[in-house]
């Protein structure tokens, strides 16, 4: 299904992750997920590829498989890799449609952003409090009808403790930019607690810039939050996305 180009790739594979120590044609899934998490916490996405390659090509009938191996394209940017095997994922367990976040940011990327909006809206039922949620349906609506009408549609997310979470949903309606930045400057400087809430806040008032249309803004905050951003899947995220805004694609997106 990955076609040629893709077959190659994987045979290749067999020989990058021999060379770290492992057997790749006797892996169990669990043992290439590691292999491939542990890489993108080394910041390698090759080899974290390379271990997405070989889920695919040795666990093709696995349901569960083919969902590891999405997350694992979605984090290191292959993001029309991702996008089909996680449609594929959801045709083959509908029943998991609600918990496929991720596909709704690989659709993002993508560029099919109604399908996008439509599974963060789906995501709610089983996570109705997660602002993240909110503000990726906010964006991807603003792209696919206006930034006028995502305003009209903002999903509720109540009682996100996170900071600054309640400023970003509250952000989504009345555009209060300084409210972010003051409340992540609350917290105090040399901090996890303050990396942390810096990182959310230049993520989101990056992806509000984007969602508005202000491409300049928004790559100015995404490079900010992906510079020293963990390798968590949100930092991995930051990176694609911040690499995202520097193409063809973003600007084509912004509506004139």
């Given at each position: 299904?990955?076609?040629?180009?893709?077959?190659?790739?994987?045979?290749?594979?067999?020989?990058?992750?021999?060379?770290?120590?492992?057997?790749?044609?006797?892996?169990?899934?669990?043992?290439?997920?590691?292999?491939?998490?542990?890489?993108?916490?080394?910041?390698?996405?090759?080899?974290?590829?390379?271990?997405?390659?070989?889920?695919?090509?040795?666990?093709?009938?696995?349901?569960?498989?083919i969902?590891?191996?999405?997350?694992?394209?979605?984090?290191?940017?292959?993001?029309?890799?991702?996008?089909?095997?996680?449609?594929?994922?959801?045709?083959?367990?509908?029943?998991?449609?609600?918990?496929?976040?991720?596909?709704?940011?690989?659709?993002?990327?993508?560029?099919?952003?109604?399908?996008?909006?439509?599974?963060?809206?789906?995501?709610r039922?089983?996570?109705?409090?997660?602002?993240?949620?909110?503000?990726?349906?906010?964006?991807?609506?603003?792209?696919?009808?206006?930034?006028?009408?995502?305003?009209?549609?903002?999903?509720?997310?109540?009682?996100?403790?996170?900071?600054?979470?309640?400023q970003?949903?509250?952000?989504?309606?009345?555009?209060?930019?300084?409210?972010?930045?003051?409340?992540?400057?609350?917290?105090?400087?040399?901090?996890a607690?303050?990396a942390?809430?810096?990182?959310?806040?230049?993520?989101?008032?990056?992806?509000?810039?984007?969602?508005?249309?202000?491409?300049?803004?928004?790559?100015?905050?995404?490079?900010?939050?992906?510079?020293?951003?963990?390798?968590?899947?949100?930092?991995?995220?930051?990176r694609?996305?911040?690499?995202y805004?520097?193409?063809?694609?973003?600007?084509?997106?912004?509506?004139?």
């Amino acid at each position: 299904m990955l076609g040629v180009a893709a077959s190659v790739v994987m045979q290749m594979t067999c020989f990058s992750l021999a060379s770290h120590g492992q057997d790749a044609d006797s892996m169990s899934v669990s043992s290439l997920r590691a292999t491939g998490l542990k890489a993108l916490q080394e910041g390698n996405r090759d080899l974290a590829i390379e271990s997405a390659d070989a889920i695919v090509r040795q666990h093709s009938n696995d349901a569960r498989a083919i969902r590891l191996a999405a997350d694992i394209y979605l984090r290191s940017g292959k993001v029309e890799w991702a996008t089909r095997l996680f449609n594929r994922y959801a045709k083959v367990a509908p029943e998991q449609m609600p918990e496929l976040w991720q596909r709704g940011i690989a659709l993002y990327f993508s560029g099919n952003y109604g399908e996008a909006a439509k599974q963060f809206e789906a995501h709610r039922s089983v996570n109705p409090n997660d602002v993240e949620n909110a503000a990726w349906h906010f964006l991807c609506v603003a792209k696919a009808t206006s930034f006028d009408e995502a305003k009209k549609l903002i999903l509720p997310a109540p009682g996100d403790r996170r900071i600054p979470m309640q400023q970003i949903l509250e952000m989504l309606s009345s555009g209060n930019t300084e409210a972010v930045n003051a409340r992540v400057n609350e917290t105090k400087v040399g901090t996890a607690e303050r990396a942390d809430a810096a990182f959310y806040g230049d993520f989101y008032l990056g992806l509000y810039a984007d969602a508005a249309g202000d491409l300049d803004r928004a790559r100015k905050l995404l490079d900010r939050a992906s510079k020293d951003a963990p390798h968590h899947y949100m930092g991995d995220i930051s990176r694609v996305y911040a690499t995202y805004l520097h193409s063809d694609d973003a600007k084509a997106s912004v509506k004139k």
